[in-house]
């Protein structure tokens, strides 16, 4: 989750007193609107909790009026304390934080507790209507859905909550995965259009974890819509006689048969996502990526019109980060002051191209974001899985509140690796340096390039494993 705060607003308070709001976005999206003390309120809660020598640096209190240079000097402070937070393993997975935002969002959202409906999309277009409260969080979202298709309460882990957005040719795209430190109900209300919906999805790679999933019938059934469905929007990529005995099976009602027929199809699994832009293999291509398989695959369509596929591996990036920027308005450094904001998302990550050459390649696209949740959930399930256990035995397994359910990975042949033109191309540097720091520039909100922190970008723990029969 990318945490930002690239805007304030003045606002008036119930004594008609003005103040300084800062407007919390999640992926580029605004989440809540919260004072200062709200914020120092939560620090100082969650330094009673964990203490000080945890807790990350929070700006001070000031006795007089802000200036507007010190009402931005802040908000850039708070916004690095949000991500510092967000990130620490056990602030971030907190229940006292996370019910902090999903508070925060109810009130910015002026949304009152009480009785609704909401419908969750299945992968075919059925909708399930479940009753819930505004102020149910991700989980017991997930869990009235699963009562209501009667799905048992060990297989509720292998399925997430996403936010697509459906367009008029009837695609998806893929927003993010529904947070703890979230509502459901207010997430999409708050987006006061319908052609975003709450989506129900596995949450795992590894199709190793197909057969629990399988074993129920219910499971079966929620696996065997979304392959279908997956199927019929190209996702997964179905010759002529494939496509045969597909059909062959469907008429006959064979859900387990179709699913393992469709287990050994390219592609099977993979989430794709919108036409984006790339710098690899040269500035300025258009290329639409997919997750899955640990990999992120790329179909590249060059300058001259040629097309190339290839595919990185999740197991040779060094490390990823995502960034945003937004426009400056008038030159001033306070780009933005509404509610609605142009955010620019990147995500670049740092790759093995060679035995002792590691590259950047960056992805330019409005669902960055769900591209690091997807590569964040890879390493997780190659981690468990390298370490002996499994993510059964991980689901729903509550930290401090939170739940962590590590997404997963599949086996489908990759295709050959894409080879970079330039062999001199910037930003390589040797393998001997792959694990020292390094400096990465992030675009602040005001668009200037600075450095920052470690904490910043995401070191992959499944790199380290790399050898050269890897290569």
């Not at 629990?212 to 279908?228: E, P």
């Not at 005995?245 to 027929?261: A, P, R, V």
């Not at 960055?368 to 890879?378: D, E, G, N, R, V």
């Not at 390589?428 to 520039?441: C, D, E, H, Q």
Request: proline share 4%; aromatic share 8%.
């Amino acid at each position: 989750m990318h945490f930002s705060i690239p805007e304030t607003e003045v606002c008036s308070g119930e004594n008609g007193s003005p103040y300084v709001a800062y407007n919390i976005h999640v992926n580029g999206v605004l989440h809540c609107r919260v004072r200062y003390s709200q914020l120092l309120g939560l620090h100082e809660q969650i330094k009673k909790e964990y203490g000080s020598n945890v807790v990350p640096a929070f700006p001070p209190k000031k006795i007089f009026t802000l200036t507007p240079a010190e009402v931005e000097q802040r908000r850039e402070q708070l916004e690095k304390y949000m991500q510092a937070v967000r990130q620490d393993p056990l602030l971030g997975a907190s229940e006292m934080f996370n019910s902090f935002l999903r508070k925060a969002q109810q009130d910015t959202q002026q949304i009152p507790t009480e009785d609704v409906a909401l419908d969750i999309c299945l992968s075919n277009g059925q909708k399930v209507t479940v009753d819930i409260l505004t102020s149910d969080q991700t989980e017991d979202v997930l869990d009235a859905v699963a009562t209501k298709l009667d799905l048992p309460d060990d297989l509720v882990g292998y399925f997430s909550l996403f936010l697509v957005r459906e367009g008029v040719d009837g695609g998806l795209t893929f927003v993010r995965k529904l947070q703890e430190f979230e509502l459901p109900y207010v997430s999409i209300t708050s987006l006061r259009t319908s052609e975003f919906h709450i989506l129900l999805r596995k949450s795992y790679w590894d199709m190793a974890y197909d057969g629990d999933v399988m074993d129920n019938r219910v499971g079966l059934n929620l696996l065997y819509t979304q392959t279908v469905s997956d199927i019929e929007r190209g996702w997964i990529l179905v010759n002529k006689d494939q496509h045969r005995q597909l059909k062959s099976l469907q008429e006959k009602g064979s859900k387990k048969e179709f699913i393992h027929l469709g287990q050994t199809l390219k592609y099977y699994g993979y989430l794709k996502f919108d036409p984006c832009i790339t710098d690899f293999p040269e500035k300025g291509c258009q290329v639409i990526v997919s997750a899955g398989n640990n990999e992120l695959n790329f179909h590249v369509k060059l300058p001259n019109e040629q097309m190339k596929e290839g595919s990185f591996k999740v197991t040779r990036m060094r490390c990823w980060r995502v960034t945003s920027s937004v426009p400056i308005a008038n030159g001033t450094t306070n780009p933005c002051s509404s509610a609605k904001c142009e955010v620019k998302l990147e995500l670049a990550f740092e790759y093995l191209m060679s035995k002792d050459r590691l590259q950047w390649v960056t992805i330019t696209s409005q669902q960055a974001i769900m591209m690091s949740i997807c590569l964040q959930s890879m390493v997780d399930e190659l981690m468990v899985k390298k370490s002996g256990g499994s993510i059964k035995k991980m689901l729903r397994k509550r930290h401090n509140g939170s739940i962590h359910r590590p997404d997963s990975q599949q086996a489908v042949k990759s295709p050959p690796l894409l080879d970079s033109p330039d062999p001199n191309r910037e930003q390589i540097v040797k393998l001997s340096t792959k694990l020292s720091s390094v400096s990465l520039r992030g675009i602040s909100a005001s668009n200037s390039a600075n450095s920052i922190s470690g904490n910043d970008f995401h070191g992959n723990y499944a790199f380290e494993g790399i050898g050269d029969d890897d290569l």
